[in-house]
């Protein structure tokens, strides 16, 4: 079991920055996949970015150049550096988890709204 805490959401001005945080229950190195996800109502809920297995970082086209994943295994966090926000990246954040054991199982935060808007 994992528990994610969400938080650093808010409202921003178009080519503002926010840094959203994760923190989550266990050490991070126990986890096999950590990041984030965001939905926009009447629409699926996308990768933003991701620290994969292997070492492996992935981001979104749409948020390359302009975000930044990094963590803080000292604190089982991982956190979204936003920068250079346009209105687009309005949604509900989500950190994700997934820890493979016996069977694969993805966890989920609570979400984190960010709206950016003049």
């Known amino acids: 079991q994992v528990q994610l805490v969400e938080s650093g959401g808010g409202l921003v001005q178009p080519g503002g920055s926010l840094r959203l945080s994760c923190a989550a229950s266990?050490?991070?190195?126990?986890?096999?996949?950590m990041g984030w996800y965001r939905q926009v109502p009447g629409k699926q809920r996308e990768l933003v970015a991701a620290?994969?297995?292997?070492?492996?970082?992935n981001y979104a086209d749409s948020v390359k150049g302009r975000f930044t994943l990094s963590r803080d295994n000292a604190k089982n966090t991982v956190y979204l550096q936003m920068n250079n926000l346009k209105p687009e990246d309005t949604a509900v954040y989500y950190c994700?988890?997934?820890?493979?054991?016996?069977?694969?199982?993805?966890?989920w935060g609570q979400g984190t709204p960010v709206t950016v808007s003049s």
């Open positions: 994700w988890a997934v820890v493979i054991g016996k069977g694969e199982y993805d966890y």
């Open positions: 266990r050490s991070i190195f126990t986890i096999n996949a």
């Open positions: 620290f994969l297995s292997g070492s492996v970082t």
